[in-house]
């Protein structure tokens, strides 16, 4: 019974091995599973280069329009002014006239969510999706 009551995670165990480690971790899932953010949302290419520096996505979402992703940790009203630019500087090279804005965190700040707030009542459209690690669990067939 002691070596099985040794083998069982520590809630602390399980809180580190659930904690998101960088960034990049988060946009390497992205890339592979767009459509865990949005059904029928592709992704058209990572690090994108607008005339404001390399945004993370352009995605395209189930309608085609053009929706740019930015991705953090924590995401916070410094996240959504950087959005904000890439929406506005994407519109401008590439003279589309709707863009969307996605971002993606593991923590949100009340200032990034109360800008956002504010940036959607005058006309833009910016989501936010939290994202967290989980574990899964299937049962595994052993048929002979």
Do not use: W
């Amino acid at each position: 019974l002691m070596k099985i009551l040794e083998n069982i995670p520590s809630q602390e165990t399980v809180n580190k091995a659930l904690e998101i480690q960088s960034e990049d971790e988060i946009k390497d899932y992205i890339e592979k599973h767009p459509s865990e953010i949005e059904e029928g949302l592709k992704i058209i290419r990572r690090e994108y280069p607008t005339s404001t520096g390399p945004m993370d996505f352009l995605a395209k979402d189930k309608n085609g329009v053009d929706t740019i992703i930015e991705v953090k940790r924590r995401a916070d009203d410094t996240a959504v002014t950087q959005l904000r630019r890439y929406m506005r500087s994407y519109r401008r090279d590439s003279k589309v006239k709707k863009v969307r804005g996605i971002i993606v965190a593991e923590e949100f700040k009340k200032r990034c969510l109360d800008d956002v707030e504010e940036l959607n009542e005058l006309g833009l459209d910016i989501r936010l999706f939290k994202c967290k690690k989980k574990f899964d669990f299937f049962p595994i067939d052993m048929k002979p």
